[in-house]
């Protein structure tokens, strides 16, 4: 390996270091939901739910929608993520057959599913029902 070879993987390295850092930061706004702590945390206020499944490419694309949401909701609506290979008796409830799927929740009861990649404007006026984001 010569010289270029190397300097060109160091600032790949870094780039990619970088990038799951800046990622990492905003997904601790996101609580990972599971069948022992769905009901607790969808119990109270404005929940958005994204069911989603690590090999599912819409559901990669539709994270950072999913992400920026959360980092711009913080205090008015919780946002989950269900891993359903990892849920499956929490995706049958809710009757999950394709992913990505949307959820949205108030004090509890499910108020509207949202089905495949949705922007970011369709699911902010749909929490902009149940939650002023002003």
Known sequence: MN???II???ILSTSLSLASCKSGSSEKNIIILTTSNFVDETSKGVVMVDFWATWCMPC???SPVIEEIASQTIGKVKV???DIDQNGPLANRFG???IPSVLIFKDGQLMETFIGIQSKAALVN???KYVSLQ
């Open 60 to 62: 990669k694309a539709m």
């Open 80 to 82: 989950g993520k269900v």
């Open 126 to 128: 749909a929490l902009s």
């Open 3 to 5: 010289k270029t070879s």
């Open 96 to 98: 999950i057959q394709s």
């Open 8 to 10: 060109v993987l160091l």
